[in-house]
């Protein structure tokens, strides 16, 4: 081509860029026709790259001003794709993110499959024209696929692209700072040569993805601080919180200790720091304070297992099926007084846990600290009570039980508990439950004075307290408390009286026996022997036949030996009554109505009709 010819290409391209251009030929000097056709066919090739270059750089200039907008990692990589795939003449264009994890290549984004098998694809980094471009860090590109010589290759990997019918691949690495950050890949369905500029092209949009997954990167690791740095704010103030709870915790319950509250107010302390439901059990698993058991998903074996091995450690257990979320043994005095349990949805922290376990400690040195004041009043209620049965000091006694707010001048029961020695501290214990009530323990059981001048509600009161223990019952009414050891002496001479006489489980009223028991002088064998003799013969005769003749016996001596008002009594034919009055002649002998023998008869059957009358109705232990 001739310097003219240059000269024109030159100045043709300048205007069709834009730029001034300074050009004078002479007429003689324009080219002719046959010479301008060469020269028109490489003017139109270079104004094509020339406008080819400028979609391309403001394809690039664009890509440059999204980068300072990335958010969405993802969509920024598959604009890259789409960009690429529209200025490089390529049927498919495919990104691939290195994962070194697993030293692989995958497709992350993709422009023009078919198959759409691409999407996802794994690649093996020795693979193929991957291989070269992560080896070279260059980009590298095959014009033929089928003809990829000695690269290694793999099966899945032929076959999808086959399945896509491509022929040639470029790719570029997406480098930063040296590292390979993955694959830019344009292909073509037919074999080509690809140019230098194509693969400055590639590795331009290469450069791009690599800062896109940098950026993604940084941003992830920064979002993933933020989370942390909120995580740890979290847990900071979340700590910091259970930790001034704990701390007005203790000084609450230490003021408790200081006050003399009681276990109940220990837990309503717990569970208002802890905001979570709280009860405590006894030994035997019974509800002792607080609410009631919540019914939980584990058994009670697997409960019991917990607080032994908490009874063992001195440590809360963590229990994590049912509402139960963790257990603590109460332990006070070197032994287990019961168990500490918290509830709620979610696990406890070590900081709770450790709550937990002091307010186990605090709720045993309460629950020891009630015990041993409930046990000196009860010692000096004790005392007070055999004081008062003392008739040498009486007023003294008197005196100190006004003292202690007693209400002295009101009615009053004594009431005296005969039983076995095995069961004296299990019928006090019960005993003391009862309000208002004064029981200390005697030689031969307990004596109680009841707040109550009814004798016969007292017994029955304190017979249903002793339910399960076999216990002789006597009340005896008392009109203050300045007689209760008159009262007592009499309940107790009936006592006596009824277990002479074999008695050992009744409940009664003394005044039903005092006079028997004056009369024989408590002794119930006496009295026995004294039944027998009179009218032993007749009961004979009655447990013999199943008869009621001693029935008929007692009704006679109420009606003075009339027949006719004994069958008006028993709604009985007189000629009936006549009959038994012989039998009764006949086993008692003919002088049996007689004065003396009437009276011992008369004793005898009043006594066995009142022995007969006992309600024995609590069963024994």
Request: hydrophobic share 50%; glycine share 8%; net charge negative.
């Amino acid at each position: 081509m001739s310097d003219e010819h240059e000269r024109l290409l030159r100045a043709i391209e300048r205007i069709a860029t834009g730029a001034p251009a300074e050009l004078e030929l002479a007429s003689d000097e324009v080219p002719g026709d046959d010479a301008a056709a060469p020269l028109v066919g490489e003017l139109v090739r270079r104004i094509q790259r020339a406008a080819r270059s400028e979609a391309q750089l403001a394809a690039i200039s664009s890509t440059t001003r999204d980068l300072l907008e990335v958010q969405d990692a993802t969509a920024m990589l598959q604009r890259i794709v789409d960009r690429v795939h529209d200025l490089a003449d390529a049927d498919v264009t495919y990104l691939s993110v290195y994962d070194p994890a697993i030293d692989e290549l995958f497709v992350r984004a993709v422009r023009g499959s078919r198959s759409g098998r691409f999407l996802g694809m794994r690649v093996p980094a020795g693979v193929g024209v991957a291989s070269q471009v992560v080896h070279t860090r260059l980009a590298q590109s095959v014009a033929d696929y089928g003809e990829l010589g000695a690269l290694p290759r793999d099966p899945k990997i032929d076959e999808i692209v086959r399945a896509e019918g491509i022929h040639a691949i470029l790719g570029a690495p997406m480098l930063s700072g040296g590292e390979v950050l993955g694959v830019l890949f344009a292909a073509n369905r037919a074999a080509r040569r690809f140019d230098d500029g194509d693969a400055s092209l590639l590795t331009a949009f290469a450069d791009h993805a690599a800062i896109v997954l940098r950026i993604a990167g940084v941003l992830d690791a920064l979002t993933a601080s933020r989370e942390d740095a909120l995580a740890a704010r979290e847990r900071a103030e979340r700590l910091a919180t259970e930790t001034l709870s704990a701390s007005r915790l203790h000084g609450e319950l230490t003021d408790l200790i200081v006050r003399g509250r009681g276990p109940e107010d220990v837990l309503s302390a717990l569970a208002t720091a802890l905001e979570r439901p709280v009860w405590a059990e006894g030994l035997q698993g019974a509800p002792a304070w607080g609410s009631p058991r919540l019914e939980s998903g584990m058994t009670r074996g697997e409960l019991a297992i917990a607080i032994t091995r908490s009874a063992a450690t001195g440590r809360s257990e963590v229990i994590d099926s049912g509402p139960v979320r963790a257990a603590v043994a109460v332990l006070g005095a070197g032994r287990r007084i019961g168990a500490l349990m918290v509830g709620g949805s979610t696990p406890m922290s070590q900081l709770q846990r450790r709550t937990l376990e002091r307010s186990a400690q605090i709720l045993a040195l309460v629950t020891m600290q009630r015990n041993a004041m409930a046990d000196a009043e009860e010692r000096v209620r004790g005392e007070l009570v055999l004081d008062l049965l003392d008739s040498a000091d009486t007023e003294a006694a008197v005196r100190r039980a006004r003292q202690r707010g007693i209400a002295v001048d009101l009615p009053w029961s004594a009431v005296a508990v005969k039983l076995a020695e095995s069961d004296r501290s299990r019928a006090a214990a019960r005993l003391r439950q009862l309000r208002g009530a004064l029981v200390s323990l005697v030689p031969d059981g307990c004596a109680v004075l009841v707040h109550d001048g009814d004798a016969e509600r007292a017994v029955a009161t304190v017979a249903a307290l002793l339910e399960g223990i076999e216990a002789i019952v006597v009340a005896e009414p008392v009109p203050s408390l300045r007689e209760a050891a008159a009262g007592m002496r009499s309940a107790v001479q009936a006592s006596q009286l009824l277990r002479g006489l074999g008695i050992v489980d009744a409940a009664t009223t003394a005044v039903r026996f005092s006079a028997y028991a004056a009369l024989f002088d408590d002794d119930g064998a006496r009295a026995r022997a004294f039944i027998d003799a009179a009218i032993g013969t007749v009961l004979a005769w009655d447990a013999r036949r199943g008869a009621d003749l001693t029935g008929t016996l007692a009704v006679l001596l109420e009606v003075h030996g009339s027949p006719a008002a004994a069958a008006r009594r028993l709604q009985l034919h007189v000629s009936t009554i006549k009959q038994r009055i012989a039998r009764l002649r006949a086993i008692l002998g003919s002088h049996w109505d007689e004065a003396e023998a009437r009276f011992r008869i008369e004793v005898a059957v009043r006594l066995h009709v009142a022995l007969q009358g006992l309600e024995q109705t609590r069963s024994p232990a």
